[in-house]
């Protein structure tokens, strides 16, 4: 068979790797494969097939992978307001000003915001006040914040491709001569994308679009796109909305709203974002991404009823999209309807989902349901799915929910140290656990372990209050009045912490 | 008739305030010596010339002097009156032209009528029938039968026995001393005894007509706790019904020939409610205080207690809400601004506040130099919205409303005290769940079954887990009391890819069965691994981040900081190990040595509002 025909199809069957040795083959025959002779077609094919083979090895959706870095966290300047009004700003974790649910019905992650049904970047940090806070890893988050985003995973890529490639890189960045390539449109395309997905090297990838969309006399929306690409990676939002704005003008694709809207929330400007999705919309009307993007925003501005609408809507245009199915699955949970929450996750056990997270949300679903036959298999099956420490962490500590839940303290207590011996920075256990040394009349064991309950995740309000009633049964009041005015910092409306500190006050007067 | 009252332009003092207020100053004289009550307070146009006119039954300045008290502008008349005054209303007795309202005052048995002022018609009550055996006694005295001492015997027996009460009269005699006993007995012998009820509140009811011009009844409430309707004309009782307990307000809606409704607000606590065809309450409303007055809005009923608060019931006694007072509510009266079609209740407090109420909402607070104790609202003079209040000591106040102001819903302060209950917002049941209860139903005893042996298959796998993390000296924390130990490392920074350096994972394996002699040197340390080392600090807790940095293959900086590893030494104890140690405090040792063994009795049990965080790790799916 043709080898260029049949590299094709390697290709077309996404074996890449197969396609890019059969390329290498073919472009050792012809010996100039840094450059290819105009004159010899098939050179230049192979050349092109193999820079796609390998970039798409290594292709990552550029859309979803956004974790910010210690120092876009810690240094961010591209904020338009220090202290925003209410309403228009992701950054205010673990406040309920725009109407969000309350940390009694529904726990929070670390960074202070509501549980979502769906882990995904972003979603997991929030936005940490001090520096140690950002360097401290998440609880849930599977990998260390990096340094800045452009040392995080985009690096591992790249050197992950620079491995598997022992003769040395595919095409030697430095020694190309970019205005070249810039003049024939086919060829610097997949080039770019060698250069911006394979060799992660921004500023070259940079410049070849800039001169490539200088060739098209700036009327190639593709190009623009990929200009604001690289800006947005090297943090030049400005930069990067003037090339999307500009290319939405003369093309609008989805993609491209996707990537603004990306700009957006970068600048801390969530409403825009929203109404640009909105815009898009009315482009392209019922497009899941937008859709769901919209949903994700309000998600994060603690929004939930109009997360829920635009997570209903996505669903309505496709029944398959696990992300939604997760959110409405545990807002019907935290709404006090488990039956209706089961439904969900089993929709999503039918397809095809088969892992220790998904058997304990069942599990969880199932007792709080009261279908008590099913529990404790679902659970059963969720431990000996578990994949890593974590994750079993989190099922001994649902099942102790459940142990409390069937009136087994022993086993309850059980439960949470199995949850602590996986996760040693399980600050719910630790809450947990004290409450039940509490009740075992074991105060200081109660209040060492509320304090690193409360160290571990200052925004639990639980700890706070537990500890500062100890201190008050104990009569230790200024160490209650400390720790109840630190939990009501982490949630302002919690009448029974008000109470206290009231009562507090009113000792301190009397004395 | 001297002028007591002087209209006052309105003072200099307080301009600012007085801009701002709805209310313009018309009177304010705090020496016109009227004592009185909200009963006893009309306003009517008495003259038929479009004067409306105040009408006051004052009690006098220590209750001994009953007057009639007509206010015209700022003139006022006044006349004695025999009693002290029960009830003051105007009412019209005739439909025909020219119509010139009546005044009834209720005063002991007796209901005075004056028209144009003028002694018109004395109505009393019918007497109530008389113990037979205190008019037998009485007829002997009567024929010198019996002396005096043994009377009065007779009639302290006939008092301690008997169901009907005494009369007046016998029941003066008892209270006279010795030497009159002889005189008072000559005196009354000769007179029949009758016995006497009196009046304790009155209030008109339209009789066929709902018009502002129509024909009124009369209704009363005794203290023989009945209540009678009177005819206006002949003066007849139409209408008796009786009540439980003593009423001492009443409010009436409707037209006596077509259908109304009457409630009565009685002695016992409990405010009754009648229709027309009733002759016994139809339905009650058992307050938890005594009540202090009763105003109708639309169709609210709004009772005041001496609890100091404010309750609005329907008609059929269902509560709507609660509305607590600052003070003592000394007098209360409807508030009713034609013009713009608004009813509010006014109250006024102990504290010399008037407040003004719709429903729960407070419209207006009103200042006055004393604390109100009668205060109507209407037309007086020519001038339709004015607000009259009676002091404590005799003053009196006049205020107009501007007729500019509005009384808005926002307008008024919002109440702070939301004494109603916020509704939960329950969930619905779902169809899902109504299926799953058939399913429990039906199934149950399985159900049941299967979970209790997962459930004992559970524990037997917690407690072999639990056993095996014993074993490995997994757990953070030390199980035993003797070796308070709580160790948990943080990696902070970037962590090397995973399976890398799973020695450096969260889960530190860790001795916890310390060896007591290790425990006591000051600087023991062992070490985990080639690059990282713990240590395990001396008696002095701290904590101070601690470096380890290590070059790891992949990765950058390392940073294993622990946060608590403490050994508080308390006093009286030569064991280092004791003590839960609290990070970054060492000034707190002696209270926490102090606490060692807290007296458990003390304590009160860790009550429900110790909560765990409801299901915090519904664990994410991570896809």
């Known amino acids: 068979m043709e080898p260029l025909f049949l590299a094709w199809s390697y290709f077309r069957r996404r074996?890449?790797?197969?396609?890019?040795?059969?390329?290498?083959?073919?472009?050792?025959?012809?010996?100039?494969?840094?450059?290819?002779?105009?004159?010899?077609?098939?050179?230049?094919?192979?050349?092109?097939?193999?820079?796609?083979?390998?970039?798409?090895?290594?292709?990552?959706?550029?859309?979803?992978?956004?974790q910010d870095g210690i120092a876009e966290m810690m240094l961010d300047e591209n904020a338009i307001a220090q202290v925003p009004r209410p309403g228009t700003s992701l950054k205010l974790p673990g406040t309920n000003q725009t109407g969000g649910p309350s940390p009694t019905v529904r726990p929070i992650t670390q960074a202070g915001r509501p549980i979502t049904g769906c882990l995904r970047s972003g979603t997991q940090s929030g936005r940490p006040g001090t520096l140690e806070q950002a360097i401290r890893m998440p609880r849930t988050a599977y990998t260390a914040r990096p340094i800045a985003s452009s040392s995080g995973r985009f690096v591992r890529l790249g050197t992950a491709s620079m491995l598997t490639s022992p003769d040395g890189p595919f095409i030697n960045l430095s020694r190309l001569n970019l205005t070249k390539y810039a003049q024939k449109p086919k060829l610097a395309k997949a080039l770019f994308e060698y250069i911006f997905h394979h060799e992660n090297d921004v500023k070259t990838a940079l410049d070849l679009a800039a001169l490539s969309t200088e060739h098209s006399q700036y009327k190639d929306w593709w190009w623009k796109v990929q200009l604001g690409k690289c800006y947005y990676r090297l943090r030049l939002y400005r930069e990067a909305e003037k090339q999307f704005k500009s290319a939405l003008k003369q093309q609008e694709m989805v993609d491209t709203f996707l990537y603004l809207a990306k700009v957006y929330i970068s600048l801390d400007q969530p409403v825009t974002a929203i109404n640009l999705f909105k815009q898009g919309l009315n482009k392209f009307p019922g497009e899941v991404t937008l859709l769901y993007g919209i949903a994700r925003i309000y998600e994060k501005m603690n929004n939930m009823s109009s997360a829920t609408e635009y997570y209903k809507e996505t669903l309505k245009q496709d029944n398959t999209h696990v992300g939604a199915i997760a959110f409405i699955g545990i807002d019907h949970f935290y709404a006090e309807q488990p039956e209706v929450a089961l439904r969900f996750f089993r929709r999503v056990l039918q397809m095809g989902v088969y892992n220790c997270p998904l058997f304990n949300n069942l599990g969880l679903c199932c007792f709080y349901a009261q279908q008590y036959d099913m529990t404790l298999t679902s659970f059963e099956r969720a431990l000996s799915l578990a994949e890593d420490e974590e994750e079993v962490a989190a099922v001994w500590y649902n099942l102790g929910h459940i142990a409390v839940g069937v009136?087994?303290?022993?086993?309850?207590?059980?439960?949470?140290?199995?949850?602590?011996?996986?996760?040693?920075?399980?600050a719910e256990a630790y809450n947990n656990l004290a409450v039940l040394e509490m009740r075992r009349g074991h105060v200081e064991q109660a209040k060492a372990l509320l304090q690193t309950a409360s160290s571990l995740i200052p925004n639990l309000y639980e700890p706070h209050y537990n500890f500062a009633t100890i201190s008050d049964q104990i009569g230790d009041l200024q160490r209650s009045y400390t720790a109840a005015q630190k939990s009501a910092a982490a949630f302002p409306a919690h009448m029974d912490t008000k109470r206290l500190i009231e009562q507090l006050k009113q000792h301190f007067a009397v004395l | 008739m001297a002028a007591t009252s002087s209209?006052?332009?309105?003072?200099?003092?307080?301009?600012?305030?007085?801009?701002?207020?709805?209310?313009?100053?018309?009177?304010?004289?705090?020496?016109?010596?009227?004592?009185?009550f909200p009963a006893c307070m009309a306003l009517a146009d008495l003259h038929g010339d479009g004067e409306y006119e105040l009408v006051v039954g004052d009690l006098g300045p220590d209750g001994r002097q009953p007057r009639l008290k007509v206010l015209k502008g700022t003139v006022l008349r006044e006349s004695p009156l025999p009693a002290l005054p029960a009830a003051a209303v105007t009412f019209l007795m005739e439909s025909h032209e020219p119509q010139t309202p009546a005044v009834a005052i209720a005063s002991g048995p007796c209901v005075y009528m004056y028209k144009n002022l003028k002694p018109y018609f004395k109505f009393s009550l019918p007497p109530l029938p008389v113990n037979p055996l205190e008019q037998d006694v009485w007829n002997q005295a009567k024929e010198d039968q019996i002396d005096p001492l043994t009377l009065k015997e007779m009639l302290e027996g006939i008092r301690e026995k008997a169901e009907v009460p005494l009369s007046v009269q016998s029941l003066r005699f008892l209270q006279v001393e010795l030497s009159e006993m002889e005189a008072f007995v000559n005196q009354h012998k000769s007179k029949s005894i009758r016995r006497q009820t009196v009046i304790t509140t009155m209030t008109t009811l339209k009789k066929n007509l709902a018009d502002e011009d129509a024909v009124s009844c009369l209704v009363l409430g005794t203290e023989s706790k009945e209540l009678l309707v009177l005819d206006p004309k002949a003066f007849t009782i139409l209408a008796k019904m009786s009540l439980p307990s003593v009423p001492v307000f009443l409010e009436v809606s409707g037209q006596f020939e077509v259908e109304f409704r009457l409630a009565a607000a009685c002695r016992n606590g409990s405010v009754y409610m009648l229709r027309r065809d009733s002759k016994r309450p139809k339905y009650c409303i058992e307050l938890s205080a005594q009540p202090v007055g009763l105003v109708l809005v639309h169709k609210v009923l709004v009772v005041g207690s001496n609890q100091d608060s404010l309750h609005g019931f329907t008609h059929k006694g269902k509560k709507l809400w609660t509305v607590q007072m600052p003070a003592a509510i000394l007098a209360m009266n409807l508030l009713e601004q034609h013009s713009r079609g608004l009813q509010a209740v006014m109250a006024g407090l102990a504290n010399r506040e008037v407040r003004i109420y719709q429903d729960k909402a407070l419209l207006n607070i009103i200042h006055t130099p004393e604390a109100v104790t009668s205060l109507c609202f209407g037309r007086f003079g020519r001038e339709d919205n004015t607000l009259i209040m009676t002091t404590q000591g005799g003053g009196l106040i006049m205020k107009i409303l501007k007729r500019t102001a509005v009384f808005?819903?926002?307008?008024?302060?919002?109440?702070?005290?939301?004494?109603?209950?916020?509704?939960?917002?329950?969930?619905?049941?779902?169809?899902?769940?109504?299926?799953q209860t058939l399913r429990e139903r039906e199934a149950g005893t399985a159900m049941h079954r299967t979970f209790q042996a997962d459930l004992y298959l559970l524990r037997l796998r917690a407690a072999r887990a639990y056993v095996q993390a014993l074993e490995s000296s997994l757990s953070p924390v030390s199980v035993t009391a003797q070796e308070p130990l709580k160790l948990h490392a943080v990696t902070q920074g970037p962590r090397p890819p995973r399976g890398r350096s799973r020695l450096l994972s969260p889960a530190l394996p860790l001795p916890l069965s310390w060896p007591q002699s290790r425990a006591r040197s000051p600087a023991a340390s062992f070490h985990m691994g080639p690059q990282t080392s713990l240590q395990k600090w001396g008696p002095a807790p701290r904590s101070s981040p601690w470096d380890v940095s290590s070059q790891e293959p992949g990765g950058g900086l390392l940073r294993s900081l622990f946060t608590s590893v403490t050994a508080g030494s308390p006093r009286g104890s030569d064991c280092p190990g004791q003590g839960w140690g609290r990070p970054g405090t060492t000034q707190a040792q002696g209270g926490r040595g102090a606490l060692r063994h807290p007296d458990l009795k003390v304590l009160r049990p860790p009550t429900s509002s110790q909560r765990l965080p409801e299901v915090c790790g519904l664990i994410h799916l991570g896809f």
């Open chain 1, 15 to 66: 074996r890449f790797q197969l396609c890019a040795d059969l390329c290498t083959q073919i472009l050792e025959k012809s010996p100039c494969d840094q450059e290819p002779d105009p004159a010899l077609p098939v050179s230049q094919a192979a050349w092109i097939l193999k820079a796609r083979a390998l970039t798409e090895m290594v292709y990552v959706d550029e859309i979803d992978t956004d």
């Open chain 1, 407 to 426: 009136g087994d303290m022993n086993l309850a207590h059980q439960c949470f140290r199995l949850a602590l011996v996986s996760d040693n920075n399980f």
């Open chain 2, 7 to 36: 209209l006052q332009a309105d003072g200099d003092k307080g301009k600012s305030s007085e801009a701002s207020s709805k209310w313009l100053n018309a009177v304010s004289d705090p020496m016109t010596n009227i004592h009185t």
């Open chain 2, 408 to 435: 808005g819903e926002g307008g008024g302060e919002a109440d702070p005290l939301l004494s109603q209950p916020v509704k939960l917002n329950v969930p619905r049941k779902t169809r899902i769940y109504v299926d």
